[in-house]
T-cell receptor, first 115, second 111 residues
Framework: NAGVMQNPRHLVRRRGQEARLRCSPM?????VYWYRQLPEEGLKFMVY????????ESGMPKERFSAEFPKEGPSILRIQQVVRGDSAAYFC?????????????FGEGSWLTVV | DQQVKQNSPSLSVQEGRISILNCDYT??????FLWYKKYPAEGPTFLIS?????DKNEDGRFTVFLNKSAKHLSLHIVPSQPGDSAVYFC??????????FGKGTRLHILP
């Protein structure tokens, strides 16, 4: 399966714990996007990365959230000291690169529940 | 500040008829527009796209129309089928390759 792979699909964390969500882009894709969908809401942009570089993180909350896309391995979205309001579906998407007209393709999502 | 707006939260259409989903945008620098379909508990699936230099793109039952002067685009599905029942998201790409999504429209295809 050459699609965008996200894991875990479901994650339950207690308040104050850390959540790590992983995303492996499609083969040949060097750019990764993270989006969050709150219940009954649309897809909200969080961050756009290429390998070893954050291109745009204007949608990331200022505290507790961070993202990386290392030279080797998947992209990681990290949420420290989770709160109930972090419960949401987190979607990763990837694209081939910095060219006008490139479509982004999504993974199946990671559902975070904070209890 | 919502740059991509889908003003209809939901739409019901009879099976076999045409479904028209609308989207408005505010940023004239958007150069590429996309439509995605999403089922519950799944990731969004790419449907169709259009470059800002075109006014129409067609792929099977799906056609996207772009009216740049009105900053409006629409997705037409004809004929509508039961499997088309889903949430449809309109999205736009800015010059920095950031892709902004609307809040979605839930389409119900009625038997």
């Amino acid at each position: 399966n050459a699609g965008v792979m996200q894991n875990p699909r479901h994650l339950v964390r207690r308040r104050g714990q850390e959540a790590r969500l992983r995303c492996s882009p499609m083969k040949g894709h060097s750019h990764v996007y993270w989006y969050r969908q709150l219940p009954e809401e649309g897809l909200k942009f969080m961050v756009y990365l290429q390998k070893e570089n954050i291109i745009d993180e204007s949608g990331m909350p200022k505290e507790r959230f961070s993202a990386e896309f290392p030279k080797e391995g998947p992209s990681i979205l990290r949420i420290q000291q989770v709160v109930r309001g972090d419960s949401a579906a987190y979607f990763c998407a990837s694209s081939p690169g910095h060219h006008s007209g490139n479509t982004i393709y999504f993974g199946e999502g990671s559902w975070l529940t904070v209890v | 500040d919502q740059q991509v707006k889908q003003n209809s939260p939901s739409l019901s259409v009879q099976e076999g008829r045409i479904s028209i989903l609308n989207c408005d945008y505010t940023n004239s620098m958007f150069d590429y527009f996309l439509w995605y379909k999403k089922y519950p508990a799944e990731g969004p699936t790419f449907l169709i796209s259009i470059s800002s230099i075109k006014d129409k793109n067609e792929d099977g039952r799906f056609t996207v129309f772009l009216n740049k002067s009105a900053k409006h685009l629409s997705l037409h599905i004809v004929p509508s089928q039961p499997g088309d029942s889903a949430v449809y998201f309109c999205a736009a790409r800015d010059r920095d390759d950031k892709i902004i999504f609307g809040k979605g429209t839930r389409l119900h295809i009625l038997p």
